[in-house]
């Protein structure tokens, strides 16, 4: 069984492609809401049915500025399942969609599947893996926080249609005063979809390279054990 509806968001565009797998496995159409440059709301036409371009954000806007907007397009869509990353401006804007839309919520989401009452059942794993808990949502809008690698890449049938949708930030009290790059390279494992791990065995660090090299080709982060 599939869902009429999903629709997807994240702050991060890299993270839509793996949303919308999840959105086109689940229901029938699918839907990507996007807040950045047209370039990239296009680069996202092959992976959903609609790509919702929300504009480039506002100078000293906070990301979490548009969750009016995205509540909006979660309406008019008529989706009752929405799709974010778990990184941590995500997973701000979900509890706020939560509250907005009276969804229930789902974190850390995966196996993913729709049963035949239509409601939303999932998996995730609690006490650090040693145990995996089993999880329904019968609201009427569920929102997913979705694990990484948690579905197997699925395109529409065809290239979706951009729409641009008016988006103002909300006052929140809380504005953008700068950002800067940090010099040493950080790496977000809880998103990584796929992780290389080594540990002291290896050595040293130039023995790294031939590692790094076989991560990259998977695709994967590189982490290692304390």
Do not use: H
Not at 88 to 99: G, N, P, Q, S, W
Not at 101 to 118: C, P, T
């Amino acid at each position: 069984m599939k869902l009429q509806k999903a629709l997807v968001f994240s702050t991060d565009a890299a993270n839509i492609p793996g949303l919308c797998s999840g959105a086109n496995t689940l229901a029938e159409r699918s839907a990507a809401v996007l807040l950045g440059t047209r370039a990239a709301a296009e680069a996202l036409l092959p992976n959903a049915d609609k790509v919702i371009w929300l504009g480039e954000r506002a100078e000293g806007a906070m990301a979490e500025s548009y969750t009016g907007a995205i509540e909006r397009a979660v309406r008019a869509e008529g989706a009752t399942l929405v799709l974010v990353s778990g990184g941590t401006r995500d997973r701000c804007i979900a509890a706020k969609l939560a509250v907005r839309l009276n969804a229930g919520v789902i974190a850390d989401a995966g196996a993913v599947r729709v049963a035949e009452d239509g409601a939303i059942e999932a998996r995730r794993n609690v006490f650090g893996g040693a145990a995996e808990a089993e999880l329904k949502s019968r609201a009427a809008i569920t929102i997913l926080i979705v694990a990484s690698g948690a579905f197997d890449d699925c395109l529409p049938a065809q290239p979706g249609v951009l729409e641009q949708a008016q988006a103002e930030p909300e006052q929140t009290g809380v504005t953008l005063v700068s950002t800067a790059a940090k010099q040493e390279e950080a790496v977000d494992i809880a998103v990584a979809r796929r992780i290389v791990g080594v540990g002291r065995g290896v050595g040293s660090q130039e023995k790294l390279a031939g590692v790094e090299t076989f991560a990259a080709k998977l695709g994967a982060e590189l982490g290692c054990t304390r």
